[in-house]
T-cell receptor
Framework: GDSVTQMEGPVTLSEEAFLTINCTYT??????LFWYVQYPGEGLQLLLK?????DKGSNKGFEATYRKETTSFHLEKGSVQVSDSAVYFC?????????FGTGTLLAVQP | NAGVTQTPKFQVLKTGQSMTLQCAQD?????MSWYRQDPGMGLRLIHY???????DQGEVPNGYNVSRSTTEDFPLRLLSAAPSQTSVYFC????????????FGNGTRLTVT
């Protein structure tokens, strides 16, 4: 079945550092790919998405590129802020199901 | 705009009790789903529905029932609660999952003792 693997956390960075969170997927066909973010005590919010190969999703300084050849959708940000501290989930949508990774906790220190 | 509303926010049950977690959305979304979130496990899909009268199983359906009599509502029923069902439950809806994004409620934290 479909699955998503993302790097385990926690990831601890200093403010203004570069962020990469790795995500790879297994799915049949041509899934859509998403990154969601969860702040403490809240539900998940969509951060960005890409629906076909080579698409780049971007939002709030975060970017991820749909790489079909490596089945990857890595999340990057050039300069993180304390307010980016949250749990980040990679997700893969194929058929009628959206499958999530286990989440990566990001802690940004001032 | 309320979006996706889940009730209750918190619930404590004893083993063997039953209850229904409520979920309602006001966006006229056809697709609705239930997930559970556990530490180290991420979000796992319990059940989903692609429209009124249509439901299907996700990754972890055992111990849970759902029905979809209206577009707006998608309740999740626990018939006989077990400690393994202690979790945070999220309801989510979408115009057309999986290609359209999911809109999540704020969750229900359930403890089964």
């Amino acid at each position: 079945g479909d699955s998503v693997t993302q790097m385990e956390g926690p990831v601890t960075l200093s403010e203004e550092a570069f962020l990469t969170i790795n995500c790879t997927y297994t799915a049949t066909g041509y899934p859509s790919l998403f990154w969601y973010v969860q702040y403490p005590g809240e539900g998940l919010q969509l951060l960005l998405k890409a629906t076909k190969a080579d698409d780049k999703g971007s939002n709030k300084g975060f970017e991820a590129t749909y790489r079909k050849e490596t089945t990857s959708f890595h999340l990057e940000k050039g300069s993180v802020q304390v307010s980016d501290s949250a749990v980040y989930f990679c997700a893969c949508g194929a058929t009628n199901k959206l499958i999530f990774g286990t989440g990566t906790l990001l802690a940004v220190q001032p | 705009n309320a979006g996706v509303t889940q009730t209750p926010k918190f619930q404590v049950l004893k083993t063997g009790q039953s209850m229904t977690l409520q979920c309602a959305q006001d966006m006229n979304h056809e697709y609705m789903s239930w997930y559970r979130q556990d530490p180290g496990m991420g979000l796992r899909l319990i059940h989903y529905s692609v429209g009124a009268g249509i439901t299907d199983q996700g990754e972890v359906p055992n111990g849970y029932n759902v029905s979809r009599s209206t577009t707006e509502d998608f309740p999740l029923r626990l018939l006989s609660a077990a400690p393994s069902q202690t979790s945070v439950y999220f309801c989510a809806s979408s115009e057309q999952a999986p290609r359209a994004p999911l809109h999540f409620g704020n969750g229900t934290r359930l403890t089964v003792t």
